[in-house]
């Protein structure tokens, strides 16, 4: 079959950033203008598109992120007020949430499910920066965990990038009992997280596996540092 494109630009933007897209075909992202505002955008598959602010939201560049959708037209991000970062869900009906997890001046989404739960990540304040995962319920209530043995160190500990719609969260950690070398994880919806390697994945420090998604089926998939071979590569890790 013949690929096609459907090119776009959110109004007046001098920037359009599409980030993410559900099973409908409704793509949400963000949207820089020429005054270097940055705002979030929703565009439904007739091509009809919505911009909108999160209350509070500061007007610099790059500090408003619209990163993920789930079916249900749900939009989730994080955006900056007064130099803090914040999580947002915009719900279908136009209606805002803004949130903050404990402790975390500066916090990051990275998914949503069709449930309505959010993950990230956040730099825990109350234990000197280290970057620690979240969950947050439809209902508003937040988990805070860490892989086993994440690293307490500046730019290391638990890295949260995807959840599925069983409630499994992908990630990535650097494992302090192994010399802070980087390995993916899989956080089941008990709370058993399960760390594993890519094959002959580097224990250089900060580099081994990365995960970026989890499917419906708990496959994964990410990249790593192979040493055997010295480059990048990607991986499907299967149950």
Request: aromatic share 10%; hydrophobic share 35%; charged share 15%.
């Amino acid at each position: 079959m013949a690929e096609s494109f459907a090119v776009f630009d959110a109004p007046n933007a001098v920037a359009t950033l599409a980030t993410g897209i559900n099973n409908g075909g409704e793509v949400a992202g963000n949207v820089t203008d020429a005054s270097q505002t940055t705002r979030g955008f929703l565009r439904h598959r007739d091509g009809n598109m919505i911009v909108f602010d999160t209350p509070n939201a500061s007007s610099t560049a790059n500090f408003f992120s619209a990163v993920k959708i789930n079916d249900a037209g749900d939009v989730t991000g994080d955006f900056a007020d007064m130099g803090n970062t914040h999580c947002f869900v915009r719900y279908s009906n136009g209606n805002f949430t803004a949130f903050d997890v404990p402790n975390g001046p500066s916090q990051y989404v990275q998914g949503i499910n069709d449930g309505g739960e959010i993950v990230g990540y956040f730099q825990d304040a109350s234990q000197g920066g280290k970057t620690r995962g979240f969950l947050r319920d439809r209902a508003g209530n937040i988990i805070i965990f860490d892989a086993p043995n994440a690293s307490a160190a500046a730019g290391g500990g638990t890295q949260v990038t995807s959840i599925n719609n069983c409630g499994e969260i992908a990630g990535y950690l650097q494992d302090a009992s192994q010399g802070n070398k980087g390995r993916g994880f899989v956080r089941d919806r008990n709370g058993t997280v399960t760390v594993f390697d890519a094959p002959n994945a580097s224990t250089t420090v900060g580099q081994g596996a990365w995960t970026t998604g989890i499917r419906d089926d708990g496959e994964i998939v990410g990249s790593f540092q192979d040493a055997s071979q010295g480059k990048t590569r990607g991986f499907v890790r299967s149950h």
